[in-house]
């Protein structure tokens, strides 16, 4: 056992865990934030994808003890109250989303994209940027709609800040 | 996965201490592949030792005409860097095909060599190169230090510290990806040095991991242009052979890799 000391969604949390925790158990089953996914298990489908010091990883290929002295984001971190993140606003006013298993992890990761690319988001950068997320509803066209969409709000929003 | 004890170490020698004081230790660099090996059960270390946090193992250089990149150095630091772009492109655009976003933020050149998957990227880069692998031991050449599937010249405790690449007058990096692992169903580096040697070697391909391809090289040292590799041809003994493709496919897709490489290289 160990304590894992990190900062979860801007509040600093000390977890006793075993040593072969994961982050995405850490996050799910010490912290109970379930908003976060695992998917495949395997590293591929991205539905567990968390921010750690504001870059998109696979939570579940990461021990938890990797992530100490970190800070986290989830899912359940990025609307300010009642008010949602563009991205999220953007999936819903899109319908980038049908049984919304792999919806988190997509959020986070495209967040991550369009911080990267800023102003230079284009579909084909959009959808190879999101290979590293599955999707078996949707077809990610209403997705990449939504990040597409979600670019331009954000855009607005940090000129505004 | 099996309990296993977890270590930070904050320099190369604690970790090399830490590993002399365990049973079975692993070391940990961006845990893109030991972690699902070990969630799949395939490993089970004692202890891992992490050297994610090892700034001795962080960073690029450019000085003359060697490229260094430290071990520890994720792949997204790599494909944009500014140094890796200007003196060997080809290095950043193999970066940016490899795994995928989320992946090239934890995976690290270092752990990617010491694995020497069969069908991982950057050992065709160090072969073609002619790089050279240091550790805290020694320097080894890419020749040696590959030694088949998922072998090394690595001896127990023994670390990668960095990887110097000669800066070639051209390079090129090409691979068809396999649409769901996104590692190479096979890729082929090119490489004219500046002394006028030419360097091609494959990943993906072979059954013994990666290796050079002689029958290119001398079409490419006659002509350097895609058409040169037309008239090559590659056999499909001893190359590997599954679901994704036969052997004969593989070895197709050596010359048409190898094609495209040398036609994008800079």
Redesign the interface.
């Known amino acids: 056992m160990s304590t894992v000391k990190l900062t979860v969604n801007g509040k600093a949390v000390a977890v006793d865990v075993e040593d072969r925790t994961l982050l995405v158990q850490l996050l799910r089953d010490h912290l109970n934030l379930t908003g976060t996914h695992v998917g495949c298990d395997t590293s591929q489908c991205g539905a567990c994808v968390v921010h750690m010091d504001g870059r998109a990883v696979k939570s579940c290929t990461m021990l938890a003890g990797q992530a100490d002295g970190a800070s986290i984001t989830t899912i359940e971190g990025i609307a300010k109250g009642d008010e949602l993140h563009p991205m999220q606003a953007a999936f819903r006013d899109n319908h980038g989303l049908q049984c919304g298993y792999c919806t988190p992890g997509m959020i986070m990761s495209a967040i991550d994209i369009v911080h990267r690319h800023g102003g230079q988001l284009d579909e084909a950068t959009v959808r190879t940027e999101l290979e590293g997320n599955i999707c078996r509803c949707t077809g990610y066209h209403n997705i990449v709609k939504a990040v597409l969409d979600a670019a331009g709000r954000m855009k607005v929003s940090q000129a505004a800040e | ?6 270590h ?1 170490a904050s320099s190369v020698d604690e970790a090399v201490s830490l590993f002399g004081k365990s049973s079975e230790a692993k070391f ?1 660099a961006g ?2 592949t030991l ?2 090996v ?3 059960r395939l490993a089970s270390p004692s202890d ?1 030792i ?1 050297l ?1 946090k090892i700034k001795e193992l962080q960073g690029i250089e450019l000085s003359g005409d060697t490229l260094t990149i430290k071990a520890g150095t994720i792949y ?1 630091d790599i494909m944009t860097n500014a140094d890796v772009k200007k003196a060997i492109p080809a290095i950043a655009h193999l970066t940016s095909v490899l ?5 090239r ?2 995976g690290t050149i270092g752990g990617s060599i010491a694995n020497n998957d069969p069908a991982a990227d950057f050992p065709a880069a160090l072969l073609a190169l002619g790089a050279t692998v240091k550790t805290n031991k020694r320097s080894i050449s890419a020749e040696d230090f590959f030694q088949g599937l998922f072998t090394t010249a690595l001896e127990d405790g023994e670390i990668i510290t960095a990887v110097s690449f000669p800066v070639p007058a051209k390079a090129g990096y090409e691979k068809m990806r396999h649409p ?3 590692f190479a169903l096979t890729g082929v580096f090119v490489a004219q040095t500046k002394s006028g040697e030419v360097r091609v070697a494959a990943t993906g391909a072979s059954q013994s991991g990666v290796m050079r391809v002689p029958a290119i090289e001398a079409a490419l040292k006659a002509n350097w242009s895609p058409s040169a590799i037309d008239g090559v041809s590659i056999s499909a003994s001893g190359l590997l052979a599954d679901i994704h493709g036969t052997a004969e496919y593989r070895a197709n897709l050596v010359k048409v890799m190898a094609q495209r490489a040398v036609a994008a290289a800079r």
Do not use: E, F, I, N
């Open positions: 996965m099996y309990q296993t004890t977890y930070r940990l845990g893109q972690l699902p070990m969630k799949q891992v992490d994610g997204y795994g995928d976003p989320a992946v933020y934890r769901a692992s996104r």
